[in-house]
């Protein structure tokens, strides 16, 4: 059986089957349609920027409903571990601390009490699955994006002619709503911080420059619709005055902070005031800025080293030994295998190769990803010998991405193509709020690395096989 099939069931694939015959017949009328789809993906505001479309599937990916409840229980239990570790570091465990030397922004902006408990709130983590081995092999909790395109995608393709009864005949339509979960969760911070207003004023910050053509377009006019005042806001352009932070004169509550935390570190000048709301209480920001270290690739290195098990529950503990692919960083020179056999790490990446991938612990976007088995050895011996000792990189047990057949078109015509499938399931507040998928031809799963991009993802209605 191949790994698509694994994903679902037999009688729902001989159902999807019948489509992607259409579909490979049919190219002119699925041309037609997917100019008038990418249209109507343009209107919806689903770009990287003015004017630039989405690479998207042709089809989504369906998941069994025991599948898409692995993925959402084990995503929520890793969540509960992640805030552990974050909030050890916050309370002063010398041994997690020492764990993280270079957290990338300052460590008082860390220290800011949001007024809220949990550290990470909105969070969109990267997830493998063959539909039965399931690893999570990175966590992002530093403004993870596209949280405003699930439902975009969903609407859109349920309308596609050639899928519509395939959605409407086996998807559950009980799955989550993502936006309704996302305001939902920064509404609850807002009053466990001691909001008090009805309808708190909410902004969108981020600069101007990459606020255009994002997914908070639509995540503002959600906001709107469901009858919250909501904006975009450049926080250069704030005022910090009179208790509050403010755009003119008009006073804004609640605040995402929607790019990665370190670009808060440009412009000091022009960030003082934005910056001392948040220190001072007068603005409540989603996601905390504490949450940087969820993002930082070493938490996953932390996690499954045994010296830190005294964080975790049972459950927790045993969750990470499944899902949670081994790690270290690479100034952990003498530590143990994935086996608990005494090594060096220098001579273990090279013995190997195949079976590991180096990465650095902040990196993003895919880059600067060294996968042994798609790298040549002098290379991988030259990152090795350059990168061993230095805290700010990993090496991590690698497991080979999912391929998975999606149709494409191709010189006008429909055809099958093999891509490496790579899961996003999002937790919000520590719920599960739905996956994205994203594919490409490189073993680095990134939209933009080309090669298929983002791939909406339905669950099938309980019982279908």
């Known amino acids: 059986m191949s790994k698509k099939k694994t994903l679902t069931g037999e009688s729902f694939d001989l159902a999807e089957k019948k489509m992607e015959d259409w579909m490979l017949s049919h190219p002119k009328e699925i041309i037609k349609e997917r100019t008038d789809f990418l249209g109507r993906l343009n209107k919806k505001r689903c770009s990287y920027g003015e004017n630039t479309t989405l690479p998207i599937s042709l089809v989504p990916v369906f998941l069994k409903d025991s599948s898409v409840n692995l993925i959402a229980n084990v995503g929520e239990t890793l969540d509960r571990a992640l805030d552990k570790v974050i909030n050890a570091y916050i309370d002063g465990d010398q041994n997690v601390r020492e764990y993280f030397p270079y957290p990338d922004i300052p460590e008082e902006w860390i220290k800011w009490d949001p007024g809220y408990k949990k550290p990470t709130v909105i969070n969109r983590h990267d997830a493998l699955f063959d539909g039965e081995t399931l690893k999570f ?32 005949t086996y998807t559950n339509p009980q799955r989550p709503n993502t936006l309704k979960m996302f305001l939902d969760s920064m509404l609850s911070c807002y009053r466990e911080a001691g909001g008090q207003k009805k309808n708190p004023r909410i902004g969108i910050c981020s600069f101007k420059s990459y606020l255009v053509g994002s997914d908070a377009e639509i995540v503002r006019d959600y906001m709107i619709e469901q009858g919250y005042e909501a904006n975009y806001l450049d926080p250069r352009e704030l005022e910090y005055r009179d208790g509050g932070l403010y755009s003119n004169n008009i006073q804004f509550d609640l605040i995402n902070l929607a790019i990665r935390f370190l670009f808060y570190k440009r412009y000091p000048r022009e960030l003082k005031d934005f910056l001392a709301a948040i220190g001072n209480k007068a603005v409540i920001p989603v996601n905390p800025f504490r949450a940087i270290i969820g993002a930082h690739k070493e938490v996953m290195a932390l996690m499954t080293n045994e010296d830190f098990s005294y964080l975790f529950t049972k459950e927790e503990s045993e969750c990470i030994a499944k899902h949670v692919p081994w790690t270290r960083k690479l100034d952990e020179t003498i530590t143990l295998s994935p086996e ?37 050895d002098a290379k991988w011996q030259a990152v090795v010998d350059q990168c061993m000792g230095c805290s700010w990189w990993i090496a991590q047990e690698a497991f080979e991405v999912p391929e998975h057949d999606f149709l494409t078109l191709s010189e006008g015509k429909v055809v099958k193509e093999k891509r490496n499938l790579n899961l996003n399931p999002y937790i919000f507040n520590g719920k599960y709020a739905g996956t994205l998928g994203r594919a490409s031809r490189s073993a680095v799963v990134n939209v933009s690395s080309g090669g298929g991009g983002l791939i909406p993802i339905f669950p099938l209605k309980p019982g279908v096989e």
């Open 137 to 168: 092999i990175e966590f992002n909790t530093d403004m993870p994006g596209a949280r405003g395109w699930i439902g975009v995608y969903e609407q859109l393709f349920s309308q596609q002619s050639y899928c519509k009864e395939l959605i409407e």
């Open 340 to 376: 608990g056999c005494d090594i060096s790490l220098h001579d273990y990446l090279m013995s190997n190769k195949k079976t590991m991938v180096i990465k650095p612990t902040g990196g993003a976007g895919g880059q600067d990803v060294y996968v042994g088995a798609h790298t040549d």
